[in-house]
């Protein structure tokens, strides 16, 4: 069976510089696929591809097996999930509502009840009626993560999800991603975090310059080699009772 998100050999360009260079991605039902790689690999960009934000010039990306850019933003929306990277709220609405914005295919008091559970999932109940301009940058990251979760979509995609969070959110935010895939959901997930992801990813995709530099379990795709030549790192996983740990300085 074709899995719910793919991407096979996608180029993109923006300001005439190559961000997608034959790319190709699959995320399977309830899997949770990390994408990490360096500043500029290309990881905002193949998931922007994914929900339709950035045209491709080669190759395609397929939502549920249909090429997204056939399919109307309604039909996107219905599909899947998408935090984007930024965080820019314009209008200063308590969190709910901004949350319950992931279920425009509900009457109201539905989606606000929604989104109300999913502000407590990400550790968020007590923003409920908070202003989101009036919040910290870290207090709206949980609200937009919220929003996503609100829309209950099949497929999420979620940019960044952990940046700005304190470490015990980190983690309580992949655990619910994570919720999601073992509940059949198809994510994927950008990070910075090398352990994070090797901790909570079914699989890792590395990112270098647009391409996939490699695709596969945590431990094998984050192997020295890759560490050292996409990275720059000089590292090694030790297993602990607690999940790996990197321990890695940088390469001389
Ligand atoms: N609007 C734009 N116009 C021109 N180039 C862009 C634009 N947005 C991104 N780029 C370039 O595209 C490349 C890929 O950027 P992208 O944001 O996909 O990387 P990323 O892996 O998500 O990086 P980061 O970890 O810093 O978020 C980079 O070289 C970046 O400079």
């Known amino acids: 069976m074709i899995a719910p998100l793919t991407m096979w050999d996608a180029e993109a360009t923006l300001g005439g510089r190559k961000v997608l260079d034959g790319a190709d ?77 992931g279920a425009p295919f509900l009457a109201g008091p539905e989606a606000l009840a929604r989104a109300k559970r999913a502000l407590a999932e990400v550790g968020g109940a007590h923003l409920v009626d908070r202003g ?65 992801a090797a901790a909570f990813a079914d699989q890792v995709v590395v990112m270098h310059q647009g391409q996939v530099a490699a695709a596969a379990p945590p431990m094998e795709a984050l192997e020295p080699g890759v560490l050292r030549s996409v990275f720059g790192l000089d590292g090694r996983w030790v297993e602990t009772p607690d999940g790996p740990l990197l321990a890695a300085r940088r390469a001389q």
């Open 25 to 101: 991605v699959q995320v399977e039902r309830g899997r949770l696929v990390a994408l990490v790689g360096p500043n500029g690999a290309g990881k905002s960009s193949l998931i922007k591809a994914f929900v339709g934000l950035l045209a491709l010039d080669g190759g395609v990306a397929r939502l549920n097996g249909d090429d997204v850019t056939t399919l109307s933003p309604r039909e996107r929306a219905r599909r899947v999930a998408y935090l984007p990277q930024e965080r820019r709220i314009a209008w200063n609405l308590p969190a709910v509502e901004v949350a319950a914005l």
């Open 132 to 196: 989101v301009a009036e919040m910290s940058g870290g207090e709206r990251a949980r609200v937009l993560l919220a929003r996503a979760l609100t829309t209950d979509a099949p497929m999420l995609l979620a940019d960044e999800p952990i940046a700005g969070l304190d470490p015990d959110a980190q983690r309580l935010v992949l655990e619910r991603l994570r919720g999601r895939a073992d509940g059949g959901a198809a994510v994927l997930v950008s990070l910075h975090d090398l352990a994070l």
